[in-house]
């Protein structure tokens, strides 16, 4: 798609501004496009959070004037939303984050642009937010990284800026800093799985992104922190017996959950393909299980998890029988085909998870054991295991916690490689048609 005229004599009025010389003509382009891409791509960040915190807020709403509404709205809306979203816009389905993987593979290729064009971002935010007003287990980090990968794409083909790996990359790392309000976590989230050959150019350009982005974000939201703060540390004879035991359950969990994923996204067995061989229809049955969950959790499994996983930071209690239930509201969700995230709902469902651990060690810290379940159950998922502290450490701002939470990333990835071989991003970014790159 060709930008509008008048953006793109903008785009050349910017480079004779900054432009000195002819030989830092490109230069000057890149650096411009990478500033205004990230306090783009901030903001937008920024209204899609509160978009989604009223989506949630509505359907919170609508369920405390019907309780049993969700039986037949939320089935519905699953429907209604992978529909359009196999029929018009299917670059859209899904988390966003393989998306930006597969694009990264080719930057110039059409099908990469395709993946994360406006149009695709723009439908992104609306469906996600219908999945989470019909209260679906969906987070909002993987549809941000698509949607900030997008905008600072545009922004380069604007000011005709080649396009590169890097320029993805720094979109997504800046989309995952700007979502969390995590800097730290959006460089190592660029490193770990966004790019599959980091150069220096690479980094500068992602620190950059993530700098700006978050420099937005906090100065129109200000300084705080997702989840809560944990300031409590554990002893090291907890450390030594806690962290094995979350990095095996959450890592045999987050495992269970990748495999149950990717086989349904490649259908290898018949009777996967017959239950996914009518999309709509499935999908609204995956809507009447998220349903059917939260109606009988009184609420705890509606939507991202955020305000359980926060009461469980802070040491409150929540039902032992939590995790469970969001595991399978996150899975049915996931499994619909519908547009949204698996970051929150996984960090909620590892909140689960240390919280059935709590009564093994009752003279521990029972916010500190939450954390070691959220960082075994979300390397067991996502199979980034530095990410996943970084995140959980800024989110928390338990930094006491680091070296306990490292123990438990490291024995999460080895017991989830054992579950499922393959990285859940990697496996469904195949599935997004980018040829692979040519190799002289």
């Not at 793109?8 to 003509?25: H, K, M, W, Y």
């Not at 287990?137 to 800026?161: K, Y």
């Not at 982005?213 to 200000?222: D, E, H, K, W």
């Amino acid at each position: 798609m060709t930008p509008p005229l008048f953006l793109t004599r903008l785009g050349d009025r910017i480079t004779r501004t900054f432009a000195v010389e002819p030989g830092t003509v490109d230069t000057v382009r890149r650096r411009v496009a990478t500033g205004i891409g990230a306090v783009v791509l901030g903001l937008v960040a920024l209204a899609f959070a509160k978009g989604g915190d009223l989506a949630r807020a509505g359907f919170a709403q609508i369920v405390h004037a019907a309780p049993y509404a969700p039986l037949l709205l939320t089935p519905a809306m699953f429907a209604g939303v992978v529909w359009l979203t196999r029929r018009y816009v299917p670059e859209a389905r899904g988390s966003g984050i393989p998306q930006v993987m597969a694009a990264a593979r080719v930057p110039d290729a059409p099908e990469s642009q395709k993946l994360v064009s406006v149009r695709a971002a723009a439908a992104k935010i609306g469906l996600t937010l219908g999945i989470l007003l019909a209260g679906g287990s969906a987070g909002r980090e993987g549809p941000t990284v698509q949607l900030s990968a997008a905008v600072m794409v545009a922004v380069h083909r604007v000011l005709r800026v080649p396009l590169s790996a890097g320029v993805y990359i720094a979109g997504g790392a800046a989309g995952v800093a700007a979502a969390f309000n995590t800097p730290l976590a959006g460089v190592a989230f660029a490193i770990e799985e966004l790019a599959a050959a980091y150069e220096q150019r690479v980094a500068i350009l992602v620190m950059g992104a993530v700098m700006i982005a978050g420099m937005v974000s906090l100065g129109v939201a200000g300084d705080y922190v997702y989840f809560g703060e944990m300031h409590k540390t554990l002893a090291l004879r907890a450390v030594v017996l806690a962290a094995p035991a979350a990095g095996i359950v959450g890592g045999i969990a987050g495992g269970l959950f990748s495999r149950l994923v990717l086989g349904f996204a490649t259908g290898h067995k018949r009777w996967q393909r017959r239950l996914t061989s009518r999309p709509v229809v499935f999908a609204a049955l995956c809507g009447l299980a998220v349903a059917v969950l939260g109606i009988v959790s009184g609420g705890l499994t509606w939507g991202t998890g955020y305000d359980a996983t926060k009461m469980l930071v802070e040491g409150h209690g929540q039902p032992l029988w939590f995790g469970v239930a969001k595991f399978g509201a996150s899975l049915a969700t996931t499994l619909s085909g519908a547009p949204g995230g698996v970051f929150a709902p996984s960090l909620a469902v590892g909140a689960g998870v240390g919280n059935l651990l709590t009564p093994l060690f009752p003279d521990d810290p029972a916010g500190a054991i939450v954390l070691l379940g959220m960082t075994g159950y979300f390397v067991g998922v996502v199979r980034a295991p530095l990410t996943a502290v970084i995140i959980i450490t800024e989110t928390t701002a338990s930094r006491g916690m680091i070296l306990p939470l490292f123990f438990t990333a490291l024995i999460a990835e080895v017991a989830s490689t054992l579950v499922c071989r393959e990285r859940l991003y990697h496996g469904l970014s195949r599935a997004f048609g980018v040829p692979a790159p040519h190799t002289p």
